[in-house]
């Protein structure tokens, strides 16, 4: 009777001690997203998203209300006490979906913030990190058909990345692992408001690099394939080729499935950085028309092989140029080579790459989760 008694109450502490109950959540407010600018003299402008839970007649039912705040004041932490204080509820960060820098923020210095919040006991290290382009009041301002709350929107959009080989992902909790590592070095998603459609959309568009918590540069869409194969970055997604059977036209290839193995070495004074790139496709799409013999399939094999290696040797010399280690070969070389003392070694770093491609005929998936 005792054991009994003693894990029914190690159940109630751990399980229920920290649950809300509904006179602590009719005065809450969640927020869901953030917006971090700096103005002229460096001090932090603030723009907040949230929402308060509101129960109805029906208690089966309830509704929320779109609540946006905006504060700037010496600090980070300074700014949130002080747009509290012009809600009637307490803001609660234990939902927060997205901690989204300006252009502006990102270039000045990101330790500046992101030190809150990983102090702050009500961050969520899982929180999407993010980069605007554009103006802050205009975003925040954004009335979307699909979802409220941009947060939860980017958080949903975050999760449909795999339908893209080109996106760029990363949360609180991977910046952080990244920008202690040896280099500093970390890419994390740029997100805007889309001007060429109908009705307001926020897309994904390329990667801010952020070295020693400040942008340095940004990697462009057109880099983000061969990145995301270097870092085994590609669940899947798409890629084109040229159709063998008509030159003017292209065949779109369906990423099933796709692992990048690598390994790091000295050859004298050189490190050879060795990629192996296994992937699994099938074809999707083919402008004009193409006869899938095997003829035509090894062609197509070997045009993606092509692609991959030109997208993948582009990105990798580029940075490499640029001295800008976002492939993580310093922390990979680091492990290896414990005691060597080669500050970057991008450096000195030789790209070698292994690209296998194996395609089937048309998909049967539909799910591009599954």
Do not use: H, W
Request: proline share 3%.
């Amino acid at each position: 009777m005792k054991k009994i008694f003693c894990i029914f109450i190690i159940f109630c502490s751990c399980f229920l001690g920290g649950c809300f109950n509904y006179n602590d959540i009719d005065k809450i407010i969640f927020v869901t997203s953030i917006i971090i600018d700096v103005d002229t003299n460096g001090n932090p402008i603030l723009y907040v998203e949230s929402f308060k839970p509101e129960r109805t007649l029906n208690a089966s039912a309830g509704s929320s209300q779109r609540i946006l705040f905006k504060g700037s004041r010496k600090t980070l932490f300074e700014t949130i006490r002080y747009i509290n204080m012009s809600s009637s509820y307490k803001l609660n960060y234990t939902q927060l979906r997205g901690i989204i820098f300006t252009e502006k923020a990102a270039e000045s210095n990101l330790y500046d913030y992101i030190d809150y919040f990983e102090r702050d006991q009500e961050s969520v290290i899982r929180s999407n990190l993010l980069v605007l382009k554009g103006d802050p009041d205009t975003f925040i301002k954004t009335v979307l058909k699909e979802q409220e709350y941009i947060g939860i929107f980017i958080n949903d959009l975050i999760k449909n990345i795999p339908t893209s080989s080109r996106a760029i992902v990363n949360s609180l909790n991977g910046f952080l692992n990244e920008i202690y590592s040896r280099q500093s070095i970390s890419v994390i998603p740029m997100i805007e408001l889309k001007s060429d459609q109908p009705e307001p959309k926020i897309q994904l568009t390329d990667g801010a690099i952020i070295k020693n918590y400040k942008m340095v540069d940004i990697l462009k869409l057109g880099d983000e394939l061969g990145y995301n194969f270097l870092t085994d970055n590609i669940k899947s997604g798409s890629l084109e080729v040229t159709n063998p059977n008509s030159c003017n036209n292209y065949v779109s290839l369906e990423i099933l499935r796709s692992k990048t193995k690598s390994n790091i070495y000295m050859s004298g004074k050189n490190i050879i950085v060795r990629k192996k790139i296994k992937l699994k496709a099938t074809v999707a799409e083919a402008q004009n028309r193409i006869n899938l013999n095997q003829d035509t399939i090894e062609k197509l094999e070997q045009e993606a092989e092509k692609n991959i290696k030109d997208a993948c040797n582009n990105v990798f010399e580029k940075y490499k140029f640029k001295k800008l280690d976002i492939f993580d070969i310093g922390e990979d070389f680091q492990r290896k080579y414990p005691k060597s003392n080669i500050d970057n070694p991008i450096e000195q770093s030789q790209l070698q790459l292994e690209v296998n491609v194996n395609l089937e005929g048309s998909s049967d998936k539909t799910n591009f989760r599954n």
